[in-house]
């Protein structure tokens, strides 16, 4: 494998650099995927030697790795990793891979009880039928999309994201909690309409997304995390954040969904509320008194001890590569969100955010938060952070052609 990667490394040389000679920013772009060749393929071998699919997702606290099974929200994003590593090398090598680790989760397309089916099928077939256009993961998506359809709670017009009758969230006393990580699952739906002609599933989309815009905002555009709602009536119950530090403050990887989710719906329906509402989430942490001089938030930033608090190296990936994306859409200015992308990528992929080759479990990023109110995945590197580190390195590589 080591030999395999320095091959590998040569062709995403030639691809970056052939035809307009190495500049700065194709340099940061071929080194990102060299260093990301190397790390990933580290995992791989692991993964190939087990005679087992196994799927990373973080660290343990002895320091090895943490896998899970198809049922978890984060099974999709290590199989959607190995599918752009095969679009940003072109290496046809990870294209039997990525179907593998793909095909190892098929059954998440099943699931009803998983507001997250989103994340995981179209984060790992989703791009897998992008890439390829195999009939099969047409029909995993669509099904994907029907499960998770079953969640729709038409009196409040929402998909429901937690069940409330088990584990912490029966403790709470919600009836149909919704978080905003779920506008993320929306890009599913809108895709299940696009490949089957059903209407459906863009209705519940866009259902979603509208009563999220009127509910789980703040006027400055921060978001909330949770927001109840009635089972009867539709009504809101309670608005409430679980995984930050309080109801009242801002969760950064919540702000950061919701700036990417919000961008999706606006590429999916054209529809400028929904741009309106990313920008102005985005503007909220872009003008952040506390935001740090790299541009990777604090885990919530209204921790109380900011300056010391905890970053979020995933939060910032994912906006990064909604901000990508933005940059090429019709809004004032669209070269400011490049350049802010370009920033935050950059203190991503310096060495106080990317691991040096060979350690951190193979994940490429180190310094991510998954949940401190339950002293859970405290600065440990996280899947979904590689992922979408990976995402906004090929829209950059996109942009820049």
């Known amino acids: 494998m080591r030999m395999r990667n320095l091959v590998v490394s040569a062709f995403v040389l030639v691809l970056v650099s052939c035809g307009t000679g190495t500049t700065e920013k194709n340099n ?27 799927n990373p997702v973080t660290l343990k606290q002895d320091g090895s790795v943490y896998y899970c099974s198809y049922a978890d929200w984060r099974s999709g994003f290590f199989p959607g990793s190995v599918w752009y590593l095969y679009e940003l090398t072109g290496d046809e090598y990870y294209h039997p891979l990525a179907h593998k680790y793909s095909k190892a989760i098929e059954d998440a397309k099943n699931l009803t009880w998983h507001h997250d089916v989103g994340f995981m099928i179209y984060c ?58 779920n506008m ?10 696009k490949l089957s002609g059903d209407p459906s599933f863009r209705e519940i ?25 009635s089972m009867e009536d539709g009504s809101v119950r309670n608005r409430h954040t679980a995984q930050g530090y309080a109801h009242e403050s801002t969760w950064s990887r919540g702000q950061a969904w919701a700036i990417y989710g919000f961008t999706l719906c606006y590429r999916e329906t054209g529809d400028r509320k929904y741009i309106d509402m990313a920008l102005k989430a985005f503007d909220f942490m872009r003008n952040h008194k506390d935001m740090p001089e790299d541009l990777i938030p604090y885990w919530d930033m209204d ?12 939060a910032a990936a994912v906006i990064a590569s909604a901000l990508y994306e933005i940059s090429t859409m019709d809004v004032d200015n669209p070269r400011q969100y490049k350049e802010y992308a370009d920033r935050m990528m950059q203190s991503l992929a310096s060495p106080s955010y990317r691991a040096d080759p060979g350690t ?3 994940f490429l990023l180190m310094h991510s938060v998954g949940s401190i109110p339950h002293n859970n995945e405290i600065d ?11 995402e906004a390195l090929k829209h950059k590589k996109d942009i820049e052609g």
């Open 184 to 193: 993320m699952n929306l890009e599913l739906l809108f895709e299940a309409t």
């Open 124 to 181: 790992s077939f989703g791009n897998g039928l992008r890439l390829t256009g195999d009939p099969e993961y047409k029909e995993i998506i669509i099904q994907a999309a029907k499960s998770l359809s079953t969640r729709f709670r038409p009196a409040a017009g929402i998909l429901q994201s937690w069940d409330v009758e088990r584990g912490w969230q029966s403790e709470r006393g919600w009836e149909c909690p919704v978080i905003i990580d």
């Open 380 to 390: 440990v590197p996280l899947n979904y952070a590689d992922y979408y580190f990976l």
């Open 28 to 54: 940061f772009i071929r080194e990102n995927i060299d260093f990301a060749v190397d790390q990933i393929g580290r995992e791989i071998e692991v993964i190939e030697a087990s005679d087992k699919i196994l």
């Open 205 to 229: 989309a866009v259902s979603h997304a509208d009563r999220t815009l009127a509910e789980q905002f703040r006027p400055d555009g921060s978001c909330y995390h949770v927001i109840d709602y």
């Open 303 to 314: 921790a109380p001890n900011i300056p010391n608090a905890y970053r979020d190296a995933s």
């Open 360 to 362: 951190n479990g193979h």
